[in-house]
């Protein structure tokens, strides 16, 4: 089991930065990659940029160049920042911190985050 506390989100004006962090708990030393997913009414959840255990990172097309993730472990805990700057009215959505071990995904309780025009 792993548990998922995100804060950050908010509202902010295009072009502005906002920082979303998650901390992960229980049983971390099994995840294989963390990552930040996002959705918006009516559409499916998706991938935003994840990092693995090693360090290594993907972003969508979207928002490369835009944001960045990473993560620091601690003894019993990893915090997972997502940094997000020249943010745009489409990245509006609700943000999702993601673990995966396996074959199982756990999931925050999702934090907003609203780009005004």
């Known amino acids: 089991q792993v548990q998922l506390v995100e804060s950050g989100g908010g509202l902010v004006q295009a072009g502005g930065s906002l920082r979303l962090s998650c901390v992960a708990s229980g049983s971390i030393f099994s995840v294989n990659s963390m990552g930040w997913c996002r959705q918006t009414p009516g559409k499916q959840r998706e991938l935003v940029a994840a990092?693995?255990?090693?360090?290594?990172?993907?972003?969508a097309d979207s928002v490369k160049g835009r944001f960045t993730i990473s993560r620091d472990n601690a003894k019993n805990t990893v915090a997972l920042q997502l940094q997000m700057n020249s943010l745009k009215p489409e990245d509006t959505a609700v943000y999702y911190c993601?673990?995966?071990?396996?074959?199982?995904?756990?999931w925050g309780q999702g934090t907003q985050v609203t780009v005004s025009s």
């Open positions: 993601q673990a995966r071990i396996l074959v199982l995904t756990y």
């Open positions: 990092i693995t255990s090693g360090g290594n990172t993907n972003y």
